[in-house]
């Protein structure tokens, strides 16, 4: 009879400590399944337009500026959705090789707020000078953040690139390629000679205008941020229209001309014995770049391949 009943005492606490075992493995597999600590996932982003609430990782990006696409790229994530003013050769080839086949929401000024809902993103990045005035209706699609990007300089960009990786949750990947690219400035700084005093001005030339960015500009200020001088030190707009009367009063050492198309204002300038005594023109530093990737891109890839072009052009073969 105590045989039995020692028996039935032993069989008890095997069970016992059976069940609390099991208990304490599910408790080990909740938690690690993020039930738990799905309060700890969610983060708090600030921008533009105030704080958004974003939890996990987003899978499905749609980005409304090409800056945003460069900034997703730079950490390896693919858009499911870009604001490529319906024209997929507007995708630079630096950013077109690192990122997957995407869906276009239209224009960068319009996007399309019924393309964007049904391709159901878990986060939208847009723009503060284009896209505040739909903030509220971009935001009841799915959580989104405003940066400023058209507006922005080179300081700003890499300010958006940083809440960006926040928002991805991707903090710890953002510090590892601002840190290579803050190398690669430094590398293309080093090409710069320091007794360097030309003067540079980068512009958009259309048939409309001569568009000049100045020191302000994200063109302007990237140039400055390697030593290259903005011809144009002052003045309320980054981006101005000006003639050629004007033109000739800044007098640039150097001109990068991204023109939009064949026929543009300096085609009707280049006969005129004004526009021939800039110095640029008579130096043979007028260089056309690439609109694309010196104007419309604006990120940690774009601005490298910017200055690589224009370290190229300033000093290839002295």
Request: charge should be negative; hydrophobic fraction near 35%; proline fraction near 3%.
């Amino acid at each position: 009879m105590k045989k039995y009943t020692s028996y039935i005492a032993l069989l008890f606490l095997v069970l016992l400590l059976a069940a609390c075992g099991s208990e304490d493995e599910g408790e080990l597999q909740e938690s690690s399944s993020g039930e738990d600590s799905g309060e700890q996932e969610t983060r708090v982003v600030e921008h533009e337009m105030g704080e958004t609430k974003i939890s996990g990782q987003p899978e499905k990006v749609v980005a409304l500026e090409f800056s945003f696409v460069d900034n997703l790229a730079s950490l390896g994530v693919s858009p499911v959705g870009i604001a490529d003013d319906n024209d997929e050769e507007r995708i630079i080839e630096p950013i077109r090789e690192k990122i997957e086949d995407y869906t276009s929401v239209g224009t960068r000024k319009q996007p399309s707020l019924e393309v964007i809902s049904s391709l159901e993103p878990d986060l939208i990045i847009a723009d503060m000078q284009r896209h505040k005035d739909i903030y509220d209706q971009l935001s009841d699609i799915a959580p989104t953040i405003i940066l400023p990007s058209l507006a922005a300089d080179y300081d700003g960009i890499i300010d958006s690139f940083q809440t960006v990786s926040t928002a991805m949750g991707m903090e710890d990947k953002g510090e590892e390629v601002l840190a290579d690219h803050k190398e690669k400035m430094e590398e293309l700084r080093s090409q710069v000679p320091e007794d360097e005093n030309r003067s540079v001005l980068p512009a958009v030339v259309a048939d409309s205008g001569y568009f000049a960015h100045n020191m302000e500009s994200y063109t302007g200020s990237l140039l400055e941020s390697i030593g290259l001088k903005n011809a144009i030190q002052s003045g309320d707009d980054r981006y101005n229209k000006i003639n050629l009367e004007q033109l000739v009063e800044f007098d640039p050492d150097v001109m990068f001309h991204m023109s939009s198309g064949d026929q543009t204002v300096v085609t009707e300038w280049e006969n005129n014995d004004l526009y021939q005594d800039i110095s640029a023109v008579e130096n043979g530093e007028v260089h056309e770049v690439d609109r694309n990737m010196w104007s419309r891109f604006r990120g940690l890839i774009s601005s490298e391949k910017i200055l690589e072009d224009a370290v190229q052009y300033l000093y290839e073969g002295r």
